[in-house]
């Protein structure tokens, strides 16, 4: 097992993984020769767990069973409008899950965000593995920065499920300066506007002598390329209808090929002006001759469809700077990350409000992952002279008399942080407190998002408010929250009972693990398989193809006689549990088949001699 750490950005779209090699950040190639792979999940028909451009490739006809953009769900509520929104616009099942969480339905099998998620990690690990030809197993994975403590312990959860020790999770605006950064002596204030597939965020930091210091930080966890390509889907189907008065919204198959040529000429229009789309086939209306789509989409029209979507991301930018108290003057470089950022209306957007042309030096696809995987190596390194100092995207509070929210951690606040809170009886001999602790700006509790509710049991009996307990809210330098207690009468270690709101308990989350060793282990018992039966296929044809010029050379003796007896034994065996697909016949007979083959290979060799 190697000691080396892995940085994985754990897209919406794609994902891509990283490692230090010499003192430098490498992207990791996948088997394909691609930097970045697919975040697509897809369960086959055989019950074959599919990942990445595999799982890409047969979206189409699959679409029922092809998970993408799993990211947009992860750590979420299953009430939230964010999810009722997801549900809507894809073509797999998604449904509520037993803690008010999320769950996908794929051929009749559940599965949590946090396993699909696994399932994309583990394949990046895997491609890490294959680079450096031994296993790893600590990794650094990149966040949207602007993601809640849900959506971080979920994703932390998911690399448990693959396997990985996640030894930090760093924010993805971060992790793009760290890489920007990287091996130069800078001392400047760098703003990192960041939109990829799913989410934008946009991050002022200060860089000096080898600190890394976010100044602030926001974001907006719905808005990314994938509502680009949503607005173009909605404006081909309304164009349809009005054309054939046939709505495609309906058909899955058909969806998901206006997904695949709706994102296609987004990616076109960043570099010409205009662009064909064609799906021929899109759909058979039962009665006469299938309909074909045809459209013409200009930048122009892009421009205009998706301007809504532009200007929200200026909107946050300008409002993150003010509540920093900078101006656009004092931003020395903007840098751009996320694919989505090569739209020239972007571009032209950030320009037009920084007064300045964005940075060009980094690949947007690539940054966010070797940022990572400097963290990974400076955490393994003791003597790194690299200091990250990340903050808070919320505000920490608990909800208080009257329902109002009260914060104990004011967002941007530099983390790791703690604050502590003084709770009391308010009744009698009561033995236990209820705190619900929650995150967000609101002054009203219910408008934040519940993180947890923690129950101090155990009180003494005593009349109220004699009684003090502390309470200690932590947020660690991986954005998680904790919560613990003490009795400050005693000074003894209160009991906290936490009750996830969403997402994973404990034993879920262990069962998932196991659950996914055991798959591992299967698919490579049956990749296995699967392998020995075509050798002992292969090794039959050359068996047969030999075989005549075998028996020209030994049939004359008695000897001679009997191994071409033994040998049609061999060959009757391995052919009957081949058309039987015996998996254990197979197994059995593999070692005879070799053995006449070499035997045979042995005879037409001393013919020639
Ligand atoms: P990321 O999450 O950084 O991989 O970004 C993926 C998003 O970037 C997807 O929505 C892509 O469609 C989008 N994207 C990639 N290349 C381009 C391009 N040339 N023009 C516009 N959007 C792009």
Known sequence: MSDKVIGIDLGTTNSCVAIVEDGAPVVIPNRGGYKTTPSM????????????????????????????????????KWGSPSVRAASEAVPYRIVEGPHDDVRIELRAQMFSIPEVSAYILQEMKLIAEEYLGEGVEKAVITVPAYFNDGQRQATKDAGRIAGLDVIRIINEPTAAALAYGFGKQLES?????????????ISFLDIAAGVFEVISTAGDTFLGGEDFDQLIIEWLC???????????????????????VAEKAKCELSSVTETEINLPFIISTGKADALHLQARLTRAELEDLTRDLVDRCIEVTRKTLDDAGLTVKEID??????????????QAAVKEMFGRDPCKGVHPDEVVAM?????????????????????????????????????????????????????????????????LVLQGESERAEENELLG?????????????????????????????????KDLETGAQQSITVTATSGLTEDELRRMVDANKDYLVEARQSEETERRKQAVERALEDIEKLLPEVERTIAGSEF??????????????????????????????????????????????????
């Open 41 to 76: 999940v897809a369960i086959a028909e055989n019950g074959k767990r599919l990942v990445g451009h595999i799982a890409k490739r047969q979206a189409i006809t699959n679409a029922e069973n092809t998970v993408y953009a799993a990211k947009r769900l992860i750590g979420r």
């Open 189 to 201: 204030k760098v703003a990192i506007f960041d939109l990829g597939g799913g989410t934008f965020d």
């Open 238 to 260: 309304k164009d349809f209808e009005t054309r054939h008065g046939v709505d495609l919204r309906k058909d899955k198959m058909a969806h998901q090929r206006l997904k695949d």
């Open 333 to 346: 470089e903007v840098i751009l990350v996320g694919g989505q950022t090569r739209m020239p209306r972007l």
């Open 371 to 435: 940022g990572a995987a400097i963290q990974g190596a400076a955490l393994v390194t003791a003597a790194s002279d690299m200091l990250l100092l990340d903050v808070t995207p919320h505000s920490l509070g608990i909800m208080i008399v009257g329902g109002y929210f009260h914060k104990l951690i004011e967002q941007n606040t530099t983390v790791p942080t703690s604050a502590t809170h003084v709770f009391t009886t308010v009744k009698d001999n009561q033995t236990s407190v209820k705190i």
């Open 453 to 485: 509710e923690f129950i101090l049991t155990g009180l003494r009996r005593a009349p109220r408010g004699e009684v003090e307990i502390e309470v200690k809210f932590e947020i660690s330098a991986d954005g998680i929250v904790s919560v613990s207690a």
């Open 560 to 609: 001679g006689q009997d191994a071409v007896r033994k040998a049609r034994a061999v060959i009757d065996r391995a052919k009957g549990a081949i058309s039987a697909n015996d998996q254990s016949a197979i197994a059995e007979v593999s070692d005879s088949v070799t053995r006449t083959l070499n035997m045979f290979k042995g005879v037409v060799a001393r013919k020639g001699a």
